[in-house]
């Protein structure tokens, strides 16, 4: 899917109104250094493509090494129809509950024994693989509207930043914690938001946040299981830095081509 089929002016305003921040520019940037560490991508044009040269947004399987933990694994920023073996914990629920408001399929009735039954998984992936027209119009304009509601991703991250004082984050401050968010969990021990809430009280400054936060990821990032190797979680994390120290605080895709090109291993 190209791009601007992706963050279009429905769903630049679902993110906008979530964040002040409507520009396509600073948004498919923040996407890129997504695609980057999720799909090894460095091309603007290929942010929204997957490893299999899919749309990410209908992204479909159950992965060998976790479905029975996690069911189906699908979407933009690797929505599961379970978490934990508990298919009520799921975060694609939320996706499936606004997709079906929106007078869009109801696909959740498919999710509740994804990780159980390898059938049900595969049905429910061909549902997904399958939308077309309006109803993949809706399902994509879903995952966006998902990450913005309680819970969220983009959500928690705002209010993250409320926490600490800071009300109109950058692009760069943003997308530094919904990064981490989605490879660490926004709670728990290593969640990113908890602990921006935790490195950022009493600090103010947004630089000296994410300059004190990059540091507490890249140690957390590089030595841990949620990157595939130390020097994967060490690259991820340095690409916000680099942004960071060069004072790139509303990030573009030139910004990004600057700091993206180290080597997936």
Not at 173 to 183: H, K, M, R
């Amino acid at each position: 899917m190209k791009p601007e089929a992706a963050l279009n002016e429905k769903t630049l305003k679902i993110l906008g109104d979530a964040t002040g921040i409507y520009d396509y520019e600073q948004w498919l940037a923040c996407w890129l250094l997504v695609s980057k560490s999720e799909h090894d991508n460095e091309d603007p044009a290929k942010t929204f493509i997957g490893h299999g040269g899919e749309s990410v947004f209908q992204y479909a399987d159950f992965l060998p090494y976790d479905w029975k933990e996690r069911g189906v694994t699908t979407g933009l920023v690797g929505f599961t129809t379970s978490n934990c073996g508990k298919s009520e914990w799921g975060d694609l629920q939320p996706v499936l509950n606004i997709l079906k408001e929106s007078g869009g399929p109801d696909l959740g009735k498919y999710t509740k024994n994804c990780h159980k039954d390898k059938d049900d998984a595969k049905k429910l992936c061909k549902k997904i693989h399958g939308l077309s027209g309006k109803d993949l119009d809706l399902f994509i304009e879903a995952q966006f509207k998902a990450l913005v509601v309680k819970g969220g991703y983009i959500h928690e991250t705002m209010h993250g930043f409320k926490k600490i004082g800071i009300e109109k984050p950058s692009m760069l401050a943003i997308a530094t914690v919904f990064d981490a968010s989605l490879n660490q969990g926004h709670d728990g021990k290593d969640g990113g938001v908890k602990n921006l809430i935790k490195l950022g009280e009493g600090v103010g400054n947004e630089n000296d946040v994410l300059k004190k936060y990059n540091a507490w990821r890249r140690d957390v990032a590089g030595g841990s299981n949620y990157n595939s190797c130390k020097h994967n979680g060490h690259s991820r994390s340095d690409m916000f830095e680099d942004l960071r120290k060069d004072g790139k605080f509303d990030i573009t895709c030139a910004d990004v081509c600057k700091v993206n090109s180290w080597k997936m291993k």
